[in-house]
């Protein structure tokens, strides 16, 4: 069966740090990948989508990036993190029309 | 643009009791509607879609192009069902790259 790993699953950082969290699937083969994120009082919002390896779409201007150095990894990062990066992430998988399958999430911290 | 809204953000109702919990969305094409239900510490996981018809847990949605709606609905509450929903429209035949409403928290009291 398929599963899927995010971590870390805590993490408070101070501003201008960087950032890197990462995400890997089990049990498929060329999933398509999804960064969410969740600020406080928001719905959840897609960052950023991946169908392949290097390919990355961007939903949002904003201060992070995306990577997909292998077929089930996918990895979200910043340079200098903004007291706006605060939230909660979660990454996600599918396969076709049949539902996105998300991570336990990752909730960032930015002091 | 492309919207969903769940226009509440707490819903309680008794044990027994019918549960609905709307869903409204704004799409000009062909849309791919969804639940996501999130209980106490576990993980976002789906719960249905509307091209499957079905039935998970005792839950059923309708989707009703004339009103743009996609409610929950589920005829008798049990207490397992508290929790946070999600609707979410699909908006990819490729990527399925999901907009989610705010959420409704769901209540069920004993």
């Known amino acids: 069966s398929q599963t899927i790993h995010q971590w870390p699953a805590t993490l408070v950082q101070p501003v201008g740090s960087p950032l890197s969290l990462e995400c890997t699937v089990e049990?498929?083969?060329?999933?398509?990948l999804y960064w969410y994120r969740q600020a406080a009082g928001r719905g959840l919002q897609l960052l950023f989508y991946?169908?392949?390896?290097?390919?990355i779409s961007s939903e949002v201007p904003q201060n992070l990036s995306a990577s997909r150095p292998q077929d089930r990894q996918f990895i979200l990062s910043s340079k200098k993190l903004l007291l706006s990066d605060s939230g909660f992430y979660l990454c996600?998988?599918?396969?076709?029309?049949?539902?996105?399958?998300f991570g336990p999430g990752t909730r960032l911290t930015v002091t | 643009a492309q919207r969903v809204t769940q226009p509440e953000k707490l819903l309680s109702v008794f044990k027994g009791a019918p549960v609905e919990l709307k869903c409204n969305y704004s799409?000009?094409?062909?849309?791919?509607l969804f639940w996501y239900v999130q209980y106490s510490r576990q993980r976002l996981q789906l719960l249905l879609r509307?091209?499957s018809r079905e039935s998970i847990k005792g839950f059923t949605a309708d989707l009703n192009k004339g009103e743009t709606s996609f409610h929950l609905k589920k005829p008798f509450a049990q207490e397992e069902d508290s929790a946070m929903y999600y609707c979410?429209?699909?908006?990819?035949?490729?990527?399925?790259?999901?907009?989610f409403g705010q959420g409704t928290r769901l209540t069920i009291n004993p």
């Open positions: 996600a998988w599918s396969y076709g029309s049949g539902g996105s399958y």
């Open positions: 049990g498929t083969s060329n999933p398509n």
């Open positions: 991946s169908v392949g390896i290097g390919q």
């Open positions: 799409y000009s094409g062909s849309p791919e």
């Open positions: 509307h091209i």
């Open positions: 979410a429209l699909s908006t990819s035949q490729g990527a399925q790259k999901l907009v």
